[in-house]
């Protein structure tokens, strides 16, 4: 899947699409020292609190996500990104209308 992606412009908006109830994602770049995986959730849908040992960052690129990073609800809507440092804890939800998101992870020694 990721072999048809590499050297063409991509309507990012695009790579993903809402399923009804559902999270989607496409795993778009994967190596060792990280990732970038692209998200769809449909209204109501969301990702449990968890941590990670290495820093995230979150871009959002329709609608609009309730990101809680160690207690703290964020808003972040299209255009706007978010940073969720190595081991504090965080959730995301899709509150009031579906999002789709890039998540990029780089890991480091």
Known sequence: MMEDLKAKALDIENLVKYE???VVSR???KKELGT???FAFDQGQGLSEHSAPFDA???II???AEITISGVK???KKGEMIIM???EPHALQAVNAPYKMILT???SD
């Open 62 to 64: 329709d609608g609009e």
């Open 36 to 38: 970038v995986t692209f």
């Open 57 to 59: 960052m979150v871009q």
């Open 27 to 29: 795993e778009v770049i």
């Open 74 to 76: 964020n808003t972040v």
């Open 20 to 22: 009804k109830d559902s």
């Open 85 to 87: 440092p190595a081991n």
């Open 105 to 107: 992870m780089i890991k």
